[in-house]
């Protein structure tokens, strides 16, 4: 038993993270805003050339061969960042997929992804939305259970925008044919159902970063500025809000870093604890974020701090990747699935154990 | 990051279960805060101690099976899955236990250490007043030397299992005339001496479950004081360091009321609020959650780190999830929830909901420990 990161993994984490700190700062977000564009290119170049795009691909397919836990640190940078570009969802949902198919035409198109020279995106049954499908170079539809890969010319999209600034929602179509397919049903559904527990878990660590990044700027602006002669954060009523959404943060995280761990696993456990991450991360983000808001006060409801961006982020991805309703159903069949067994434990002894025991 | 366990912790789980399965009472016994379910209860601490299971996180020098934090989790995941008996013998286990192993004299722990493991000497908390709760420093209990004695005058409150325990560690003021955390000591006070008058306090549930203490020229020998004349506010933070962090809430008692929970649901869905399932599902993920952090708090722990402010947010969570977790039970049960004693062989739902809403108060009142996560662990400033 150790829940412990490895020095490496924290130091993937950290590299990412400085860069962030340096290229996705409130003033950038702001001025991408302005722009009206949802992606910055020399920040995605930047991204890319960290070569983590290939982080959940095996090495004989051109990654690292590395795991869940070893990104997991690095979405949750991502969300403290509210990072605009899709490194999560390439490095740690599409890519991915695109590795696991046996098809020439995924294979090219996996090595230009990880060569940061096109953006695949997935238009994944969970999800009435593409996010970012304007800016894809080729898109990964799902039609009578097949898996399809056509390139961004092939298609047309009705583009929706969202409360997020840095996303835009696209419902796609396509002439699909025998020759678009690179999955067979019977290989697209499990590959399809691993991808949604990745981005789950993904979507969870965001979460967390931008809870603590919530917390993070009401803390600062509450020990700064000063009302009745002394700062604000002196005050119990202000202290209180803060350490609840704390508390959330602190019941998150763990739960956040299992699921990663566990996402192997593939059972129904592994899959619930996908679920509590995501509901507990989503959670924290919106509860933080709110109070976030009230601290800062009036400032709070405006464009003039940067917590607007992390409660709209946190609020797109609260309904992606499967919405409450999904998760909370998945969590549900698990509690009550065989409560006179050893199910209420967080972990699993050996099987072997249990059948002596018996 | 490992998740599973080894085969020599599965072995153990393994041990446990047998052992438990074999020796845990058939019927469940009366609260221990009754005389006589205080007495079948510390029968139960002399079989735990007879199997070796009494004082399981213990060093094996003091009687205790030396388990690390991964081994004791299992060691309570496996306890409450029994349905074993509460601890009547917690303050000793968990509170004056490590407290003693940490400050006390070699003699002190070859006096009391062995009698609190084997269950024979059972211990209460005697540091509240009726002045001094959430701001303990502010004890008013004057012990003054004489000879070789203490002679204690004061009044303790909120003391729990003191109606019928044998002794209590005391927090009094050493030296005449001090302020706030300065001159307090901590003493071992045999409460059935000369002096000491202990009155019941009923509990909300009704039960004696803590008293107050009335010293009146209570005499107490100077060798039972733990830790150096004026060192008691130091002795007690470590001791409420060891209460607000890992060892008073093992997360398997909740996990176990989850798990029952999702029965009760199971057992009443037909004519429920499928709303409610939704409560359920909370209630295992809290309870799973809590266990998680306590798992990773284990690990950090047994790496080396340390538990600071970040108990504080333990002692939030695992209060405030109890009383979620039993209100939920409350609305499935609806009708039958006033019942003041369960149906046959049903869990006794209601007594936990009203212990549950003690949570937020002893401890450390939530309150504090809000003002506690906000000054320490996210560095706003005293007010």
């Known amino acids: 038993m150790d829940f412990a990161f490895a020095e490496e993994q924290r130091a993937i984490a950290e590299v990412v993270s400085s860069l962030l700190t340096d290229q996705c700062t409130g003033a950038d977000l702001r001025r991408l805003m302005d722009s009206g564009q949802t992606h910055d290119a020399a920040r995605w170049n930047a991204l890319m050339e960290l070569g983590l795009s290939g982080i959940l691909v095996p090495e004989d397919k051109g990654g690292l061969g590395l795991s869940e836990t070893d990104f997991v640190l690095v979405a949750r940078a991502c969300g403290h960042a509210a990072l605009p570009e899709p490194l999560v969802e390439q490095a740690g949902v599409v890519i991915p997929l695109l590795a696991a198919l046996d098809h020439p035409r995924a294979e090219e198109w996996l090595q230009k992804a990880l060569a940061g020279e096109a953006v695949i995106a997935l238009a994944h049954p969970v999800n009435p939305f593409v996010c970012g499908a304007e800016n894809a170079d080729a898109l990964l539809l799902v039609q009578d259970g097949q898996l399809h890969l056509v390139a961004r010319n092939q298609v047309q999209m009705d583009t929706h925008a969202s409360i997020d600034p840095f996303r835009r929602l696209s419902t796609v179509t396509a002439t699909l044919t025998a020759e678009t397919v690179v999955a067979e049903a019977s290989v697209c559904a499990p590959l399809l159902a691993q991808t949604l527990e990745r981005a789950t878990v993904f979507a969870a660590a965001q979460c967390l970063g931008l809870a603590e990044r919530s917390v993070e700027l009401a803390v600062a602006y509450a020990n700064e500025r000063t009302q009745f002669g002394k700062p604000i954060g002196t005050y119990q009523a202000v202290k209180h809000l803060l350490a609840t959404a704390q508390v959330k943060i602190e019941f998150a995280r763990p739960v956040i870093y299992a699921a990663a761990a566990e996402i192997g696993a593939n059972n129904a456990l592994s899959r619930a604890r996908a679920s509590h991450a995501k509901l507990a991360a989503v959670e924290a983000a919106s509860l933080a974020a709110r109070t976030s808001i009230q601290v800062h006060g009036a400032m709070g409801y405006s464009w003039e701090v940067d917590v607007h961006f992390l409660l709209k982020r946190g609020l797109a991805l609260g309904g992606s990747w499967g919405d409450e309703t999904f998760h909370r159903a998945r969590v549900l069949a698990c509690a009550l699935s065989s409560p006179a067994a050893d199910s209420g434990f967080a972990f699993t002894a050996s099987k072997d154990t249990l059948a002596h025991a018996a | ?383």
Request: aromatic share 10%; glycine share 10%; proline share 4%.
């Open chain 2, 1 to 383: 990051m490992q998740l599973s366990f080894t085969p020599e912790q599965d072995a153990f789980r393994l041990e446990v279960r047998q052992w438990l399965q074999n020796h845990v009472p058939q019927t469940r016994l009366p609260s221990f805060d009754t005389e006589a379910g205080f007495a079948l209860h510390r029968e139960w601490e002399r079989t735990l101690a007879k199997g070796n299971f009494g004082m399981v996180t213990w060093p094996k020098d003091y009687g205790g099976r030396g388990l690390n934090l991964i081994e004791w989790l299992i060691f309570e995941e496996e306890y409450y899955r029994a349905g074993a008996p509460g601890r009547v013998n917690q303050n000793g286990i968990f509170l004056l236990g490590p407290t003693l192993m940490e400050f006390g004299t070699d003699a002190q722990k070859a006096r009391f250490l062995p009698a609190m493991a084997s269950g024979d000497e059972i211990w209460a908390q005697a540091w509240s007043e009726p002045q001094a709760g959430s701001d303990l420093a502010a004890v008013a209990t004057t012990a003054v030397r004489d000879g070789d004695h203490y002679v204690l005058n004061g009044h303790k409150i909120w003391s729990s299992r003191a109606v019928f325990a044998d002794w209590a560690f005391v927090l009094v003021r050493t030296e005449a005339g001090s302020q706030r955390h300065k001159g307090l000591s901590l003493v071992l006070m045999d409460l059935k001496i000369e002096g000491v008058t202990v009155n019941p306090i009923p509990q909300i549930d009704g039960e004696a479950g803590f008293a107050e203490i009335f010293l009146e020229n209570a005499r107490v020998p100077v060798a039972n004081r733990l830790g150096d004349e004026g060192q008691g506010w130091h002795v007690c933070m470590a001791t409420a360091g060891f209460e607000r962090g890992l060892m008073l809430r093992s997360p398997a008692r909740y996990q176990e009321a989850a798990r029952k929970l999702s029965a009760l649901y199971l057992e009443h869905q037909d004519r429920l609020d499928p709303a409610i399932g939704r409560d359920v599902a909370q209630a295992w993920m809290n309870a799973q959650a809590y266990a998680l952090s306590i798992y990773s708090t284990a690990c950090r722990l047994q790496a080396g780190g340390s538990i600071g402010a970040e108990a504080s947010c333990n002692k939030i969570f695992w209060s405030e999830m109890d009383i979620a977790l039993h209100q939920t039970a409350l609305a499935i049960l609806g009708p039958y929830a006033e019942l003041a004693e369960p149906m046959a062989n049903n869990h006794d739902w209601l007594g936990g909901y009203l212990f549950s809403l003690a949570g937020p108060i002893y401890a450390g009142s939530n309150e504090i420990q809000r003002n506690i996560i906000a000054e320490r662990v996210l560095g706003m400033p005293r007010g």
